[in-house]
């Protein structure tokens, strides 16, 4: 049987809150238009999007023993790029753990968005991203760690690799939203994991815009259990959505070679590690590129 989590309780009660406040139920419209309406905001929302600078607070800690028994603070460079076909990737850069400079903030990482970035950027960026996982309290806090990543369950061409279902339709500050369960079909994966499991979730859409409001992703296998709620709200000064707040939750036991487990138990079977996390953004800015498109 699959490990199940055991949550902090301050983490665990603001996963419940992103999904219930200020709602009530009512009607709403038919599933394909809200999909439809999804995919048609992403496109839009990342040319919207282009490049975004702000900063990063990742509060992490090790919850193994039941309670909290170590934490880590990072703080970084973080960076929101639009891409082709309504996709938005994230990207981090590392400067300063537990209060403490790790390296002069340079903002290396922005230097690769100024102009439009080509594949070697991006690159270049994803690298970034990969070197601050060494400082990360456990290195499986990386696996859903990107906030954007559930809204690429919503682009047209990933819908049909997907099962959908309406879970019902809510009125959040003044606009109707819908909710929608989905679950990954087929061997292929939007997101890998060593075992090959579906992702499933729910996503809170504005039925009105196709706005996205709110996302939850889990998977599921053998030997791990990781969770990510992801809170969406409006920059005045931007006047559109953007990630504020991200939980996450991560329960794995020891496996063996290429367990994702490995990182964080050391491969020895039976030996259970839970990690819990809540990220922060703020500072937004929107960064000025040479009028092209982002590829």
């Not at 603001?14 to 905001?41: E, I």
């Not at 990737?89 to 290396?108: C, I, K, N, P, Y």
């Not at 080509?118 to 970034?128: G, I, K, M, P, V």
């Amino acid at each position: 049987m699959a490990p199940r989590f055991r949550f902090w309780p301050a983490l665990a009660f603001t996963a419940v809150v992103f999904a219930s406040v200020g709602t009530r139920a009512q009607k709403g419209p038919a599933l394909p238009d809200v999909l439809q309406g999804a995919a048609d905001y992403l496109v839009k929302y990342a040319q919207q999007v282009s490049v975004i600078e702000a900063e990063e607070q990742y509060n992490q800690h090790d919850t193994s023993s039941g309670r909290l028994s170590g934490s880590r603070r990072l703080t970084s460079d973080f960076v929101l790029a639009g891409l082709d076909g309504g996709a938005v990737a994230a990207f981090r850069d590392t400067f300063e753990m537990d209060g403490s400079s790790l390296r002069e903030r340079q903002g290396r990482l922005l230097g690769f968005f100024r102009t439009r970035p080509d594949s070697s950027a991006l690159e270049q960026a994803r690298a970034l991203s990969a070197e601050s996982v060494r400082h990360y309290i456990s290195p499986n806090l990386r696996v859903l760690d990107e906030p954007t990543l559930a809204l690429q369950f919503l682009r047209k061409q990933n819908q049909e690799r997907l099962t959908f279902k309406l879970d019902g339709v809510r009125t959040m500050d003044g606009s109707q939203v819908a909710i929608l369960r989905f679950s990954e079909q087929g061997p292929e994966r939007v997101i890998r994991s060593p075992e090959n499991v579906p992702v499933t979730g729910r996503l809170w859409i504005e039925t009105a815009t196709g706005a996205v409001r709110q996302t939850e992703l889990s998977l599921d296998g053998k030997n791990f259990n990781l969770r990510a709620a992801v809170k969406y709200a409006v920059d005045r000064k931007l006047g559109f959505w953007l990630p504020v707040e991200m939980v996450l939750q991560c329960d794995v036991r020891g496996a063996g070679s290429g367990g994702i487990s490995n990182m964080g138990a050391g491969g020895n079977l039976g030996v259970r590690q839970s990690f819990e996390a809540r990220v922060t953004y703020s500072k937004f800015r929107q960064v000025p590129v040479q009028p092209a498109e982002i590829r």
